[in-house]
């Protein structure tokens, strides 16, 4: 379901996402883990932002059977520094950008709904008991 490519040196527990990404999709999901430079480089190409982020959605522009859905790309140093600045664990951080990436794949854009995308996260959050950070940070 999930198709990963770490190009870091952290190793990632795959486990719990693979739950969370059955819990909202059946289609297969690509998940890049990528250092800060690396993402910056996206960020700048895709949307003209040139630093660096937590994570990037590319979601497939066409739906077709047996397609992915999409590519998550998450900063395996974004989550250490804000697991860090938030006091809670690497796996927690990165269970919520996973949420927050998959939703975006999944249509929601916290940019520009009413609000939908952050009631998602929210009992997501709540449902795998996850810290409120996210939300809190994106108030």
Do not use: W
């Not at 522009?61 to 804000?82: A, C, H, R, W, Y």
């Not at 950008?97 to 998602?120: C, M, P, Q, S, V």
């Amino acid at each position: 379901m999930i198709d990963v490519e770490n190009q870091t040196n952290k190793e990632i527990d795959l486990t719990s996402l693979e739950e969370i990404a059955k819990d909202l999709t059946s289609k297969d999901i690509e998940l890049i883990f990528v250092n800060n430079e690396t993402i910056k480089e996206l960020n700048k190409e895709h949307r003209n932002i040139d630093k660096a982020t937590d994570v990037l959605s590319f979601p497939l522009e066409f739906e077709m059977p047996n397609m992915p859905l999409g590519s998550i790309v998450i900063s395996t140093d974004f989550v250490e520094q804000k697991a860090e600045e938030y006091g809670h664990s690497f796996d927690n951080e990165l269970k919520l950008l996973f949420i927050h990436g998959l939703l975006h794949l999944l249509g929601f854009d916290h940019e520009i709904d009413n609000g939908e995308h952050r009631k998602e996260e929210e009992r997501l959050i709540s449902k795998y008991n996850l810290p409120k950070s996210l939300i809190v940070r994106n108030s």
